[in-house]
């Protein structure tokens, strides 16, 4: 090996010792020759002939060289440099179309990998499970109960442990602030193996006693925001809506919790789930089910062992408790493959594979074009390579110079890539962040480029160059030394298997881009759809201003008389026509959850009655949003805490319940067994209210009077642009209540454009119409490139078919058919092919299908006339030769 | 030479280089010769397998290769064998006796049986 390396040093001795060795061999033989009787000339010839080639043999002898590899590595190395040198402009292009492919590739890998590929930053993050609760086939989180049952009996896991998420006010030094926190149980920091970078975590069952005092760990980037890193945080008593509480910690700067896409500004102490509510609920009612439940798995134990494991545990359960736990099913899941949330079905990888298969199209026609370029190039190397043949080069060392020029193109290309994706991530990143600041949470979108980005990156640049590379190498190195040799300058003595290549490179490209458009196309109509889109309510000119009293200490009779005053001091500003109160906000803040059975259809022992979302509204509410009550009475100051319950149900809930009945006059329940029945006053219009759907969900309103909660939004009906009126409500608030932070304000215009409602389909078409754009750019430069180069290889063709008599529309004829046939072929492809790609699609689009007609119409249009375009120029050239010129062309 | 002629050395011409080298170290040319000699005209080796046979075999640790002053006075690398190539030598003749064996018993078994 030694030997080796040193030679690999000693180049230039070791050549020397060959030539040395060789001439030797040759002197020998012309001595001997000589010997025989030959003239010395004569000896020489001979001796010639029989060598058969100094530098073939010498070529042969360095092949047989271990160290040859690096040697000749280095020798293509320079040499490909060299030629990218000698052509800037063209090696600029290339490196730029590719750098477009991978960058584009790389920006959507690296979101994903945020997303579902990274791991949570805590010790061996692979045992990571969560645990998923199903009853009849209904997902939910956990009851406090429940997981405390499952903690004590299983042993598959290391350690159970659990959070709740809640939003509350934190006052530090009489200053309260939003503050989004998970309640977690005391071994939630020791299980996940994470260390503060100040003060301590929870001990171990620390804060699972109602009466146990509210401690608080702030995370990293909260503690940087609001208290300027300040390490006397430590031991700092706070108020958390108004209840005192201890900061005993801060969290590490990687950690943001343990849920998705979320930043955590705190956590506090399991005993947090019940503030400012009966307690005894979360700790005893198994039907309480507030709680996301992870566990950290045995080394070597699977999770199907664990699942078993736990389903046993849920069995006995279902025995001992019939009335809450019948029928419960436990899944394990790895936590990363439980993201963005367990029970909800995850649209995520069908985008992630959609969007995969867009950039992988779109870095399929990036490497056409290079593809292209470079046999337009090896056409005009072809006698470089004869003469490298000739002189003695094997065609595995051609194919191989070729392949290290296109990785080397390539891998430049992914360096640019890499950029190129860093500055699309950023950019759509702050997109994303304007409409997420209005929000109550913190939202993290880690994109950050690590080793999995850069290795998916390298790997894609290296597979780019390979498919480039050989694509044009075994071109260029089939050509025949003596024809390219004696063809002169033309190189067209090969050329059929070239044209055949390029018309597939045409085909694809049309193909390619015309899936490209159809999809940027159906995501854009679905867009279009749901703008226009009828909410249930009428979004123009509605204020939402969202308070929280308790924050500030208020109990429920100071509340409710805040939000009066606040109410009727909105109502008489100038220009507003209406106010009125809510709990949810639709698109925006979700309602709570009842679990609804009918009055005279009692829900059968075990079975879960089903789960309908609410919200809790006052009088004006219908008149503000603009909701048409269709059957019935809407609610009236009148509906009290003291007066009999009653309830709106919306055309969705009144099918499901009461199929073919009236339901006003109908009762309801919507709480646990021994609730009170409410009584169908009214039949709302069907509407949006958490996430745009395409189908109506079942959904009811209760007055705010009977169904209270400090957590309210004030919406404001007003003749002048919502806006406009931010400074006043502002000013109001201060005014009642000067502590009391505003938790958002915004408009509901701005609501249905954010995550709710169509900002995933805005980004969505975005997205996908920058990719479409992108692959109708690099296949009309494409097919440009390369009609135009079949043309330049047949001018003389052309000039000896105008020669005969050929005049100018024989030759356009000639030149568009050939184009028009490709194009038929690439459309036809790229129909075949969408079609497949769009069915699956169905599930993201709403209001149009996977295949619809006149999207696949226009996109077909497009492609056509944009290719036909291209493919007219150069024919239109070709026909406007000179025939004296063509036929001299060489 | 012809086509099986050529197809014969190719898969014996290491051993027989090795053979070569163990009666008598000595330079490319000489050993092409020798070849030739011995073979009694039999194998004419090519400049294009003998010199990339000899480099391999170099670097395989078969032989050894030193410049020394041939018989003309010029300066000439000159192959010997090593121990490990000795081996190499040893087993490959062990080899090759072994197929010749087979290969004649099979020949004669299909004579006898005419």
New interface residues.
Partial sequence: MMRRIRRLLQKSRSEKELDQELQFHLDRQIADYIASGNTPEEARRRATLVFGGMERVKEEVRDTRFGNFIETLFQDLSYGLRMLRKSPSLSAIIVVTLALGIGVNTAIFSVLNGWLFRPLPVRAPEQITVLAFSQEHDGSNFSYPDFLDFRKQSDAFSDLFAYGLSVAGLSADGRPREFAFSSVTGNYFSSLGVTPALGRFFLEREGEVPGDPLLVVLGNSYWRRNFGSDPRVIGKQVLVNGQPATIIGVAPMDFHGTFFAMDMDGYLTLNAMALNKDSSQFWADRHNRQLIVLGRLKPGLSISQAEISSNVISQRLAAQYPATNKDVAIRVIPERLARPAVFVSSFVPVIAALFFILAGLVLLLACMNVANILLARSAARQREMAIRSALGAGRGRLIRQMLTESLLLSLLGGIAGVLFGKWSISASGSALHSVTTTTNFAYRMDCSLDWRVFSYTLAAAILTGLFIGLLSAVRASRAHVNEVLQGGARGDSSSRGGSRLRSALVVVQVAGSLILLIVAGLFVRSLRHTEQMYLGFEPDHVLNVMLDPHQIGYDQIRAKAFYRELEDRARAMSGVQSASLSFAVPLGIPGQVGFVSVEGHPVLAGQQPPQISFNSVDPAYFATLRIPILRGRTFAESDNETAPQVAIVNQAMARKLWPNDNPVGKRFRWTNESGPYVEVVGVAQDGQYFFLSPDPQPYFYLPLAQNFSSRLSLQILSSLPPESLILAVQEQVRALAPDLPIIDLSTMQQTVRGLGGLFVFRLAAFLAAALGFLGLTLAVVGVYGIVSFGMLQRMREMGIRMALGANRNNILKLALGTGFGLIGAGVALGIVSAWALTRAMTSLLIGVSGSDPATYGVAVVVISVVALLACWIPARRAARMDPLVALRYE | MNESKQELLRGTLDMLILKIVALDPN???AI?QRLQQISKEFFQV???SL???L??LE?KGWLQAE?KE?E?G????FYSLTRKGRKQMTAEVVNWQRLCDAVGLILRAEEESR
């Fill in positions: 330079h490319g040319y092409a090519h400049q294009g010199y990339p046979a480099h391999r670097d410049w041939s003309t010029r300066q000439a690398k």
